[in-house]
């Protein structure tokens, strides 16, 4: 970056800026920064899968895997990763509702409210309601891959691992945001 300097008027401030934008374009490197933790999301949410300990019936818990990163508190649509192409052929009756895992991921992903103080946070999720009760009872569904999380973690990106909580009461189910 030259900081050019016009004899009369001193220091040349527009071009300095312009010169400054060029070289460093913040935009530019937000983007980049959110592709490379966008396909480290990806990653970590197919190591959670293959390493998983449940057995697929209807896909949809798989379907449900979804990686996001938030830039300021805000989604980045370009950023959203899944396990593969959607799978699951059978819904599932969640709460008076037919669920399916991929719209379950959408839903969930875009109901997000992310703290705007995080530069940029990547979001790893099993979005199926039933994911943190089978976590409960001892299937890995996704919190088993925290060493890898912690690896991006010291790269100094704030990462968050959602399952999806089920509220039982009087025999109704709610679900709710974890």
Same mark, same amino acid.
């Given at each position: 970056m030259a900081v050019t300097q016009n004899k009369r008027k001193g220091i040349n401030m527009t071009r300095m800026c312009k010169d400054f934008e060029e070289t460093f374009n913040l935009n530019k490197i937000t983007d980049e920064l959110v592709k490379a933790l966008a396909d480290i999301g990806k990653e970590l949410i197919l190591r959670a899968y293959r390493t998983r300990g449940f057995f697929n019936r209807t896909y949809n818990l798989r379907d449900s895997y979804v990686s996001a990163v938030f830039v300021n508190g805000k989604l980045r649509d370009d950023s959203i990763r899944y &396990? %593969? *192409?959607?799978?699951?052929?059978v819904a599932k009756k969640i709460d008076d @509702? $037919? &669920?399916v895992g991929r719209w379950e991921a959408e839903e969930y992903i875009r109901s997000l409210k992310q703290n705007r103080n995080d530069f940029i946070r990547l979001v790893i999720a099993?979005?199926?309601? $039933?994911? +943190? /009760? !089978?976590e409960k009872r %001892? $299937?890995? &569904?996704?919190?088993? /891959? %925290?060493l890898d999380l912690d690896t991006v973690k010291q790269m100094g990106i704030s990462v968050a691992v959602k399952t999806v909580k089920l509220k039982i009461t +009087? *025999? !109704? /189910? *709610? @679900?709710?945001k974890a």
């Open positions: &396990v %593969g *192409k959607d799978l699951a052929d @509702r $037919y &669920v099993a979005a199926m309601p $039933y994911s +943190n /009760i !089978l %001892g $299937y890995a &569904v996704i919190s088993h /891959i %925290g +009087n *025999k !109704l /189910i *709610k @679900r709710e």
